[in-house]
């Protein structure tokens, strides 16, 4: 029942910045993992960090030192801030919510990193 919506995706010139939200509805987020995932053309899904009930946050190598995954709890949210962005950054972007053993997924939200 519970839903993803993502928003904040856009074109951007290398070294800017874009924040991506995932809001849920339906229920409450704020006791389980949240992942976003990237998939770039001809390549397959990439997860790129993670962030626990608790706060705990894990990165992908490729995006360690630049890219910020955070929660609102209050506002149902989780947000990822992207910063330095490079054109290999370049992808689809989705959220992922796993309860039990049901997944969620956002629709994605597209991230062009281009000058």
């Known amino acids: 029942q519970v839903q993803l919506v993502e928003s904040g995706g856009g074109l951007v010139q290398p070294g800017g910045s874009l924040r991506l939200s995932c809001t849920a509805s339906?229920?409450?987020?704020?006791?389980?993992?949240v992942g976003w995932y990237r998939q770039a053309p001809g390549k397959g899904r990439e997860l790129v960090a993670t962030v626990t009930g608790g706060g705990t946050t894990n990165y992908a190598d490729s995006v360690k030192g630049r890219f910020t995954i955070s929660r609102d709890n209050a506002k149902n949210t989780v947000y990822l801030q992207m910063n330095s962005l490079k054109p290999e950054d370049t992808a689809v972007y989705y959220c992922?919510?796993?309860?039990?053993?049901?997944?969620?997924w956002g629709q994605g939200t597209q991230v062009t990193v281009s000058s």
């Open positions: 339906g229920r409450a987020i704020s006791s389980y993992t």
């Open positions: 992922h919510l796993r309860i039990a053993t049901i997944d969620r």
